[in-house]
């Protein structure tokens, strides 16, 4: 099955899903997307950073998502205000 088909079947499940129901599978891509950003930024720190401060950073950032923000997992109702922004957006 390619892309597509997996898709409009994921469309076609969640047309017929009860709110609740829907709230849970955001939930679960929420995560999915999260674990990737952890995995990507995790790379980038292998190639550039020495392990120590790795470790410093992976600490301050669940710190940061945990204590400040209170996001022990990741979820929609925590989420919504977030927004994406490329590299170089933000910093004028």
């Known amino acids: 099955m390619n892309y597509e088909e997996q898709f409009r079947r994921f469309f076609q499940k969640v047309k ?25 930024y ?11 401060q790795k470790a410093a ?12 923000d209170g996001m022990s997992t990741v979820t929609t109702d925590k989420t919504t205000a977030e927004t994406f922004m490329t590299h170089g957006e933000g910093t004028e």
């Open 16 to 40: 017929t899903m009860s709110i609740k129901s829907f709230q849970d599978a955001m939930n679960v891509l929420h995560t999915r997307a999260y674990a990737a950003a952890e995995r990507q």
């Open 42 to 52: 995790g790379e980038a720190m292998d190639i550039i950073l020495t392990p120590k």
């Open 57 to 68: 950073v992976i600490a301050k950032a669940a710190e940061i998502r945990e204590q400040w």
